[in-house]
């Protein structure tokens, strides 16, 4: 099976490496830049296990001639429209789109553009970065890949996959409900980038200063009644999971939003913390701190735009 990682960033690199060394044909499309530093230096990834180099297929979007079996599209929400631009030549009849972004809007566009029976569902868990070499530096043991039909059917080709996925050095994982993962995962990222971005500090920080636990509990409450409002179907067990996980003073953690943010990098606010604040709208539910957080995103992007 031909697989197309769609960026070769910290996630893309490493799950695609990841593949390429268990023996997947595996090639990135990349740009120029990207494309350029990789032939010259190779795929660099300090794993948690081990540093490795890998020499890495590369393409250009004005190089694809054929389709490829598996898409994988790893780039951030803001350069999702770019990206779809890119590969809209490798995606043939048969061509199964799995991307792994933050929130929910990205279903819906995938979907429209390549048709409701290419695009299942994926996510991944994993502390990754690229360092000022450009190259990939794994930050702490996990590296997930999650992924399942839409519906949650057990169909040959998800099974086909989940073949191809396994025994590649990381943890996948097939999963019949990867709706309701989809919806979870942004009740955690939301609520964290929203926390963190708003007090300017990891978890730790704002659940030692007074107040700072309301806060966190507030902006939870507000994400959990958008998304139940949205569509998906609570499991309380997994909900206290990821509100013991975020209100845990003893392990401080950041939002890559956050990160992004301290760096004057362009950041994810529409799909993370904006479409919240829509959906919110649409089904009349008060949220004024998703809201503020949101207004604060927008100030800096308009910002860090003025400024360049």
């Not at 997994?238 to 003073?249: C, E, G, R, W």
Request: aromatic fraction near 6%; charge should be neutral.
């Amino acid at each position: 099976m031909r697989i197309l990682v769609v960026g070769a960033g910290s996630t893309g690199g490493y799950f695609g490496a990841c593949l390429a060394r268990h023996g997947r044909d595996v090639t990135f499309l990349v740009r120029g830049e990207r494309a350029k530093k990789l032939r010259q230096q190779g795929l660099v990834i300090h794993a948690d296990s081990g540093t490795f180099t890998l020499q890495p297929n590369t393409l250009l979007a004005t190089e694809i001639t054929t389709p490829y079996d598996l898409i994988i599209i790893t780039v951030k929400s803001f350069a999702l429209p770019g990206a779809i631009t890119d590969l809209r030549a490798a995606a043939g009849e048969h061509t199964l789109i799995l991307p792994v972004l933050n929130g929910m809007q990205h279903i819906d566009t995938l979907r429209r553009e390549f048709g409701d029976d290419k695009v299942i569902g994926g996510l991944c868990k994993i502390h990754a970065t690229l360092n000022d070499k450009g190259e990939v530096l794994q930050m702490s043991p996990l590296h997930q890949l999650c992924y399942g039909e839409l519906d949650g059917s057990n169909t040959s080709r998800i099974q086909q996959l989940d073949q191809l996925l396994s025994g590649c050095g990381f943890d996948n994982r097939l999963s019949s409900s990867v709706q309701s993962d989809l919806w979870e995962k942004w009740l955690l990222l939301s609520t964290l980038g929203a926390v963190t971005c708003l007090s300017r500090g990891n978890t730790r920080q704002i659940l030692t200063s007074a107040g700072g636990e309301t806060l966190l509990n507030s902006i939870f409450s507000e994400g959990l009644a958008v998304i139940t409002a949205s569509g998906y179907r609570q499991r309380p067990a997994i909900i206290a999971a990821i509100l013991q996980t975020l209100s845990n003073p003893e392990t401080p953690m950041t939002s890559s939003m956050y990160r992004d943010l301290q760096q004057g990098a362009l950041i994810e606010a529409e799909p993370i913390i904006g479409d919240l604040v829509d959906r919110a709208r649409q089904h009349a539910i008060t949220v004024p701190l998703l809201n503020a957080v949101f207004v604060n995103l927008q100030v800096y992007l308009r910002s860090r735009q003025a400024e360049s």
